[in-house]
């Protein structure tokens, strides 16, 4: 089955920019979302990016997508201590249309 | 705020105990999930409801039991739950199933089960 993965944890300084890695197994992926928990809350969608894009920016944040080397990224601008939290990625599977989340990336941000 | 509301926040619940996890929308989302989340885990899919029609259904024990009573309300029946079942139970809601990327899951902030 799919298998997504990330690095389990980022620290940056404040101003600085953050990038998180995913990679994932299924080629025949659809969409890939970005997600962002806050300690005792739900997940929040940040942005996500359908297959046949490379790039998607939304205000501070950047989507890149290596569909060649099933490598999607995450970078944030200017990053803030109000940034600092769990970030998942999940991509939509092309055969099965399950979304599978990745292992999450614990950013924390120093002032 | 998110626009998913989940009652209550917090539950603890001994093992005879039976009790219940509310949760609802008025986004028109025609789509609910659950999801169960251990800490600084992944969340886990168990049920999905596809016009309150249980679709998914991820081999899960039946001690749990989901219930769809309209297209806003998502209910989880909790009853003889063990204690590896605390966690926090999350719900989300999605306009479609179909695998659009513009029908992304909106999550609530859950309930943190504690099952002693």
């Known amino acids: 089955g799919e298998d997504v993965e990330q690095s389990l944890f980022l620290s940056v300084r404040e101003g600085d920019s953050s990038v998180i890695n995913c990679t994932y197994t299924?080629?025949?992926?659809?969409?890939l979302y970005w997600y962002k928990q806050e300690p005792g809350a739900g997940l929040q969608l940040l942005t996500y990016?359908?297959?046949?894009?490379d790039m998607k920016q939304d205000q501070r944040l950047t989507v890149l997508l290596n569909k060649k080397d099933k490598h999607l990224s995450l970078r944030i601008a200017d990053t803030q201590t109000g940034d600092s939290a769990i970030y998942f990625c999940?991509?939509?599977?092309?055969?099965?249309?399950?979304?599978?989340f990745g292992t999450g990336t614990l950013l924390a941000v120093q002032p | 705020d998110t626009e998913v509301t989940q009652t209550p926040k917090h539950l603890v619940m001994g093992m005879t105990n039976k009790k219940s996890l509310k949760c609802e929308q008025h986004?028109?989302?025609?789509?609910m999930y659950w999801y169960k989340q251990k800490a600084k885990k992944p969340p886990e899919l168990m049920f999905v409801y596809s016009y309150e029609k249980l679709s998914i259904n991820e081999s899960v024990p039946s001690r749990f039991s989901p219930e769809c009573p309209n297209s806003s309300l998502l209910n989880l029946h909790l009853h003889a739950l063990q204690p590896e079942d605390s966690a926090l139970y999350l719900c989300a809601s999605s306009q479609g199933t179909g695998g659009n990327g513009n029908s992304p899951l909106h999550f609530g902030n859950g309930t943190r089960l504690t099952v002693t």
């Open positions: 990016i359908f297959s046949n894009m």
């Open positions: 986004m028109g989302h025609r789509a």
């Open positions: 999940a991509v939509l599977g092309g055969a099965t249309n399950k979304l599978i």
């Open positions: 299924d080629s025949s992926s659809t969409y």
